[in-house]
């Protein structure tokens, strides 16, 4: 469990199950995980109760960002795609919108950058952002993460090819 002041980042529970659900049916969100059909509340329950919650095993996490004055799921943050050897971690993340705009999402980048970083001691964290979503673009800018390319008609989405920015923020304390 990581916290602060503002927010909690912890593993899901058994009781998570219907949030997480609501997030990954939302067909609004599918293009940003290629998902292209419904889970089922069985699907996520089985990966509640899979995970191991330790990325070395399982090479991902997936973390509930839990507004600490409210006690509110706020959304999710994901750490995926972890590769021990190269010393790497992709991550992503979802703020529902009524929690939008509050400063949650730069406080659970904050978090788990620390944590990657002083802890499980990454190297690099990166991120696949679509070119034309200026608020997450912003967000991990503000975090630190820079632009080192850009993917051109990356992701198909509403009708159209969109290009996808790859961001990376490397830890200047690792020396490998």
Not at 46 to 59: E, M, P, Q, Y
Not at 70 to 84: H, Q, R
């Amino acid at each position: 469990m990581l916290q602060s002041s503002k927010i909690l980042l912890r593993i899901p529970e058994p009781s998570d199950a219907a949030f997480m659900l609501a997030i990954e049916n939302d067909e609004r969100y599918w293009h940003l995980s290629n998902n292209q059909s419904p889970y089922s509340l069985a699907d996520i329950e089985d990966f509640i109760r899979h995970s191991t919650a330790n990325l070395l095993v399982d090479k991902q996490i997936r973390l509930v960002i839990v507004e600490q004055s409210t006690g509110e799921k706020a959304g999710l943050i994901d750490l995926f795609e972890y590769d021990p050897i190269h010393s790497r971690v992709g991550t992503g993340m979802i703020i529902t919108e009524p929690f939008r705009q509050r400063g949650l999402g730069i406080e659970a980048l904050r978090l788990i950058i620390r944590w990657l970083f002083d802890v499980v001691n990454v190297q690099q964290l990166w991120s696949n952002v679509l070119s034309n979503n200026e608020a997450s673009m912003k967000l991990f800018k503000k975090a630190g993460f820079e632009t080192t390319g850009v993917k051109k008609h990356w992701v198909y989405y509403q009708n159209e090819y969109c290009d996808e920015t790859f961001l990376q923020l490397f830890n200047t304390k690792t020396t490998k």
